[in-house]
């Protein structure tokens, strides 16, 4: 997961980059409709205090070029993968 942020004229704009080794892990997590935004209100509901938009949908993207630091099992979160594909933007 890469969370990018920019502050422009006192608000801050985020864009969460995850990746992920497969469409069909994706739409695991999302169901059918991967294109949709997803938000977690229901087990993070202080968040909507905090957006002031809430983007309807998600571009997905096709990694061609680049490498994702492999861990050792040890270190690695449950989201790490060692083989990544795809990425969703959030």
């Known amino acids: 997961m890469y969370v990018l942020r920019q502050i422009k ?3 801050a ?3 969460l ?3 992920w080794d497969s469409l069909a ?3 695991k ?3 059918s409709e991967v ?3 997803l938000y977690l209100f229901p087990l993070f509901p202080q968040d909507r205090s905090f957006l002031l938009e ?3 949908y998600v571009r997905h993207y096709e990694v061609i070029a680049g490498s ?3 861990k050792s099992r040890e270190t690695r979160s449950a989201f790490d993968d060692q083989k990544c594909d795809f990425f969703l933007i959030i």
């Open 13 to 15: 704009d985020f864009v």
């Open 54 to 56: 809430m983007e309807p």
């Open 35 to 37: 294109d949709k935004a």
């Open 25 to 27: 892990a994706i739409k």
């Open 68 to 70: 994702v630091e492999q």
């Open 9 to 11: 004229d006192g608000k």
């Open 29 to 31: 997590f999302t169901g």
């Open 17 to 19: 980059l995850s990746l």
